[in-house]
């Protein structure tokens, strides 16, 4: 594969640094927004850098992931608390998951194999 799949990664506290670098351990390109609220500029910036994928970070898992399903017709799927339920959502053909606070590196290596493995 030439490109590396894009996974972009927005939380509401600013981190998502652990989960990027599950991204890039994967073989993914890892996004992630800097700053307090960043969960709700995942659509924004899943359009700009055209991701494969969005992880979305809040308490109830939902906002970021709701907004970017509202703002640009994002599958979403959000109130999440494991990486399996993750995978599952990828097998699904959702493009944005939104988690609750869960900010470990396996979680993104593992989404990311995942992702690679369906797109081929």
Do not use: P, W
């Amino acid at each position: 594969m030439s490109e590396k799949l894009v996974v972009v990664i927005g939380d509401r506290l600013g981190k998502g640094q652990n989960v990027g670098k599950g991204v890039e351990a994967a073989g993914g390109q890892a996004v992630v927004i800097s700053g307090f609220g960043a969960d709700m500029k995942l659509g924004d910036e899943m359009q700009k850098h055209q991701a494969a994928l969005g992880i979305s970070f809040c308490g109830s898992g939902g906002a970021g992931a709701i907004t970017a399903q509202s703002k640009y017709g994002y599958q979403a799927r959000y109130g999440m608390r494991s990486i399996e339920e993750g995978i599952t959502a990828i097998q699904e053909g959702y493009q944005v998951l939104g988690f609750g606070f869960l900010d470990s590196e396996e979680l993104g290596k593992r989404l990311t194999e995942e992702l690679m493995k369906l797109k081929g």
